[in-house]
T-cell receptor, first 114, second 113 residues
Framework: AQSVTQPDIHITVSEGASLELRCNYSYGATPYLFWYVQSPGQGLQLLLKYFSGDTLVQGIKGFEAEFKRSQSSFNLRKPSVHWSDAAEYFC????????????FGQGTILTVHP | NAGVTQTPKFQVLKTGQSMTLQCAQD?????MYWYRQDPGMGLRLIYYSASEGTTDKGEVPNGYNVSRLNKREFSLRLESAAPSQTSVYFCASPSPPATGELFFGEGSRLTVL
């Protein structure tokens, strides 16, 4: 069975600091990996995705993530956090043609201090 | 272009009452999905419809029924609501395989007393 673990429930950073959100997955085949962001009271928005090819993927809002097959990880990074990045972040894994059947991690809440 | 629209946005029910959550997408996608979101548990798939006329169970289908009314609409019904069904419900529709992105509605917050 596929699963996703986000070890950090809550992370606090100062504005301008770098950020890394961790994601570990378990999947029996080649994974399709996603990071979504959710602002309070809103639906989820796709930040970036990995299907194949270059293991470092760029997304919106200056985010990037690196797929490491040997570590079963897909960590999200941003060099300099802005106050507007405060939100909840979800890592998800899926595969094949069932793109909507994603397994989500528990989420990481990001707080940004001025 | 509204994308995915859910109604209602908020609902309070008493235990044993029934209700239907409505979802409509205007992107001409084949697939539609219902997820529930609970604190500390991420999103879990309740039911999905890969195409018009088909529905399948997801991870947590107990207590729910669905109807794929047409290509645009996919409803989720709670026949006899229980407090354990207090949650935020999201309808989503994936883009064609070329991108694989899930488009989410804004969510429906349901409280069962």
């Amino acid at each position: 069975a596929q699963s996703v673990t986000q070890p950090d429930i809550h992370i606090t950073v100062s504005e301008g600091a770098s950020l890394e959100l961790r994601c570990n997955y378990s999947y029996g085949a080649t994974p399709y990996l996603f990071w979504y962001v959710q602002s309070p009271g809103q639906g989820l928005q796709l930040l970036l995705k990995y299907f194949s090819g270059d293991t470092l993927v760029q997304g919106i809002k200056g985010f990037e993530a690196e797929f490491k097959r040997s570590q079963s990880s897909f960590n999200l990074r941003k060099p300099s956090v802005h106050w507007s990045d405060a939100a909840e972040y979800f890592c998800a894994v899926g595969g094949g043609t069932s793109y909507g059947k994603l397994t989500f991690g528990q989420g990481t809440i990001l707080t940004v201090h001025p | 272009n509204a994308g995915v629209t859910q109604t209602p946005k908020f609902q309070v029910l008493k235990t044993g009452q029934s209700m239907t959550l409505q979802c409509a997408q205007d992107m001409n996608h084949n697939s539609m999905y219902w997820y529930r979101q609970d604190p500390g548990m991420g999103l879990r798939l309740i039911y999905y419809s890969a195409s018009e006329g088909t529905t399948d169970k997801g991870e947590v289908p107990n207590g729910y029924n669905v109807s794929r009314l047409n290509k645009r609409e996919f409803s989720l019904r709670l026949e006899s609501a229980a407090p354990s069904q207090t949650s935020v419900y999201f309808c989503a529709s994936p883009s064609p395989p070329a991108t694989g992105e899930l488009f989410f509605g804004e969510g429906s917050r349901l409280t069962v007393l």
